[in-house]
C-alpha cells in the first residue's frame, strides 16, 4: 500500500498503531527511540512529507538515527514495513535465529500495510526450540528479560515493557538480600583463638588452658537508606525505582525509604504494604507535589535534621538517586553531604545520566556533592541496579 495513503487520515488510531509497531521494530534492532521521538514522528505524518514516501523515509530517517549504524540500517527496514519488499521473514529479538541480514530484525514483510490493523507476527524457531503453554519460546522469554535489562528506562515506551520491567525490578531487589557484615565474638566453637579469655578462664585451674575459649564472626546485617528523587527530570525513571525500593523494604531487615523534590517524605510506611499496587497507591498519596522542581540540599537538611540519628548507624549505606539537578545553592548541598558522610559508613550516588553518551557531571549540584560520594554509578537500567550487589557485599 502506498506511503501516500497515510495523509488521508494522519492521525487516527490505525496511523498511531503503525508508527507504534514502526517505532518498536527500530528498537528491536537497537536504535534509541523513546516517547519524544514518537510523538515528533506523529507530527511528521501529519505534515506534508508523509504524502510521498522518499520524504517520509527522509524526515524519519533524520529523526531517528543517532549513530552510523542506524542510518546503515533505516533504509531496509523502512522498505520492509512501509512498502511491504525488501525483508521477507519475521523475527523479533529473540533466541530463534533470523534470516534477515545480520544485525537486522522485523516483523512480517507484506502482512501489514500502512493503516491496516495489527497482525500476529510470525516468529521463525529452530529446530529443538521448547515452546511454553502460552506460546512463547522459552528461549524467546529469556531474550526477552535480558533485553528489558539493558534497555534505558527512558526508553520503555509500552505498557507491557513497563510492567515486565517493575515486575524485574522488585525481583532483583529481592535477590540482592541483606548482605552481612561481621564483628568478632567469644564462642565455644569457632574460626580463632580467643587468647585473652582463655588465660582468663584458666585462672580457676591453676593457670592451665583445660577450656579453649573461641572467637567466631557474628552476622550483622547491612542497613540501607535510599533517597529517590521524584522531581520532574526523573520522571522516567522514578516508577521503577520506587518498584526496586519496595523489593529492598521487603528483602532488606534493616532498610529505610524516602523521596524528595521540593521537600522530603518518609515512604517506608507505604512501601512495607505486601501488595505492590497498594504499596504505590499509599505512596502516591504521600508524595504529592513529585514531577516539579527539585531542592536537593534542602531535603538533605531535613533528613539530616530528622531522621538521620533514627536510620543511620556505622553500618549504613546511603544511597540517593538524583540526576543531581538542584534548584538550590550548590553549596548548601556540599555543606549537607558532607554532614551525611560523617554519620554513614557508606555514600552512593545513582545518577541515570551516567548511562547516556558522553555525560559528564557538570551541574553544579553535582560537582557539590562529588567530594563526600564513595560510589558514582549509572542506574539507567536493571543491569546497572544488578552492579550494585558485588559493591553492597564489600561493606
Given at each position: 500500500?502506498?506511503?501516500?495513503?497515510?495523509?488521508?487520515?494522519?492521525?487516527?488510531?490505525?496511523?498511531?498503531?503503525?508508527?507504534?509497531?514502526?517505532?518498536?521494530?527500530?528498537?528491536?534492532?537497537?536504535?534509541?527511540v523513546g516517547l519524544a521521538e514518537t510523538r515528533d514522528a506523529l507530527m511528521i505524518l501529519s505534515s506534508k512529507n508523509a504524502a510521498?514516501?522518499?520524504?517520509?523515509?527522509?524526515?524519519?530517517?533524520?529523526?531517528?538515527?543517532?549513530?552510523?549504524?542506524?542510518?546503515?540500517?533505516?533504509?531496509?527496514?523502512?522498505?520492509?514495513?512501509?512498502?511491504?519488499?525488501?525483508?521477507?521473514?519475521?523475527?523479533?529479538?529473540?533466541?530463534?535465529?533470523?534470516?534477515?541480514?545480520?544485525?537486522?530484525?522485523?516483523?512480517?514483510?507484506?502482512?501489514?500495510?500502512?493503516?491496516?490493523?495489527?497482525?500476529?507476527?510470525?516468529?521463525?524457531?529452530?529446530?529443538?526450540?521448547?515452546?511454553?503453554?502460552?506460546?512463547?519460546?522459552?528461549?524467546?522469554?529469556?531474550?526477552?528479560?535480558?533485553?528489558?535489562?539493558?534497555?534505558?528506562?527512558?526508553?520503555?515506551?509500552?505498557?507491557?515493557?513497563?510492567?515486565?520491567?517493575?515486575?524485574?525490578?522488585?525481583?532483583?531487589?529481592?535477590?540482592?538480600?541483606?548482605?552481612?557484615?561481621?564483628?568478632?565474638?567469644?564462642?565455644?566453637?569457632?574460626?580463632?583463638?580467643?587468647?585473652?579469655?582463655?588465660?582468663?578462664?584458666?585462672?580457676?585451674?591453676?593457670?592451665?588452658?583445660?577450656?579453649?575459649?573461641?572467637?567466631?564472626?557474628?552476622?550483622?546485617?547491612?542497613?540501607?537508606?535510599?533517597?529517590?528523587?521524584?522531581?520532574?527530570?526523573?520522571?522516567?525513571?522514578?516508577?521503577?525505582?520506587?518498584?526496586?525500593?519496595?523489593?529492598?523494604?521487603?528483602?532488606?531487615?534493616?532498610?529505610?525509604?524516602?523521596?524528595?523534590?521540593?521537600?522530603?517524605?518518609h515512604i517506608s510506611p507505604a512501601l512495607k504494604e505486601r501488595n505492590p499496587q497498594r504499596a504505590m497507591e499509599r505512596m502516591s498519596?504521600?508524595?504529592?507535589?513529585?514531577?516539579?522542581?527539585?531542592?536537593?540540599?534542602?531535603?538533605?537538611?531535613?533528613?539530616?535534621?530528622?531522621?538521620?540519628?533514627?536510620?543511620?548507624?556505622?553500618?549504613?549505606?546511603?544511597?540517593?538517586?538524583?540526576?543531581?539537578?538542584?534548584?538550590?545553592?550548590?553549596?548548601?548541598?556540599?555543606?549537607?553531604?558532607?554532614?551525611?558522610?560523617?554519620?554513614?559508613?557508606?555514600?552512593?550516588?545513582?545518577?541515570?545520566?551516567?548511562?547516556?553518551?558522553?555525560?559528564?557531571?557538570?551541574?553544579?549540584?553535582?560537582?557539590?556533592?562529588?567530594?563526600?560520594?564513595?560510589?558514582?554509578?549509572?542506574?539507567?537500567?536493571?543491569?546497572?541496579?544488578?552492579?550494585?550487589?558485588?559493591?553492597?557485599?564489600?561493606?
Open positions: 500500500m502506498s506511503v501516500a495513503l497515510a495523509t488521508q487520515n494522519p492521525l487516527g488510531a490505525a496511523a498511531r498503531t503503525q508508527l507504534n509497531g514502526f517505532a518498536q521494530i527500530l528498537r528491536d534492532n537497537g536504535f534509541v510521498r514516501a522518499s520524504r517520509l523515509r527522509a524526515s524519519l530517517k533524520t529523526l531517528f538515527c543517532s549513530r552510523q549504524s542506524d542510518w546503515q540500517k533505516f533504509d531496509e527496514l523502512f522498505d520492509a514495513y512501509w512498502l511491504s519488499h525488501g525483508m521477507k521473514s519475521a523475527t523479533r529479538i529473540s533466541g530463534a535465529p533470523q534470516k534477515s541480514p545480520t544485525g537486522l530484525q522485523t516483523q512480517a514483510a507484506g502482512r501489514r500495510g500502512f493503516g491496516e490493523s495489527d497482525q500476529a507476527d510470525h516468529v521463525e524457531r529452530g529446530e529443538g526450540s521448547e515452546v511454553s503453554e502460552t506460546g512463547q519460546s522459552k528461549r524467546e522469554g529469556a531474550s526477552r528479560t535480558e533485553l528489558l535489562s539493558t534497555t534505558d528506562f527512558r526508553h520503555l515506551s509500552q505498557p507491557e515493557d513497563l510492567a515486565a520491567a517493575h515486575d524485574l525490578a522488585e525481583r532483583l531487589a529481592k535477590s540482592m538480600r541483606a548482605r552481612l557484615t561481621r564483628r568478632m565474638h567469644a564462642r565455644r566453637t569457632g574460626q580463632r583463638l580467643d587468647l585473652r579469655r582463655t588465660i582468663h578462664k584458666s585462672i580457676a585451674q591453676g593457670g592451665t588452658p583445660l577450656q579453649l575459649i573461641q572467637r567466631k564472626r557474628k552476622d550483622k546485617p547491612l542497613r540501607l537508606v535510599v533517597l529517590l528523587d521524584a522531581s520532574g527530570s526523573m520522571n522516567l525513571y522514578s516508577a521503577v525505582f520506587l518498584r526496586f525500593m519496595h523489593g529492598v523494604l521487603d528483602s532488606f531487615r534493616e532498610a529505610e525509604a524516602f523521596v524528595f523534590h521540593t521537600r522530603l517524605i498519596l504521600l508524595a504529592q507535589g513529585t514531577g516539579g522542581g527539585t531542592r536537593i540540599g534542602a531535603s538533605l537538611a531535613s533528613f539530616n535534621r530528622w531522621h538521620a540519628k533514627r536510620c543511620i548507624h556505622s553500618r549504613t549505606c546511603v544511597m540517593i538517586v538524583s540526576d543531581g539537578y538542584d534548584t538550590g545553592p550548590a553549596e548548601n548541598l556540599g555543606v549537607e553531604m558532607q554532614a551525611l558522610r560523617r554519620r554513614c559508613r557508606r555514600i552512593a550516588w545513582l545518577n541515570p545520566m551516567i548511562g547516556w553518551h558522553g555525560y559528564a557531571p557538570e551541574a553544579a549540584g553535582m560537582k557539590a556533592a562529588l567530594p563526600h560520594i564513595d560510589l558514582f554509578a549509572p542506574a539507567h537500567n536493571l543491569e546497572s541496579l544488578k552492579a550494585l550487589e558485588p559493591y553492597l557485599a564489600r561493606i
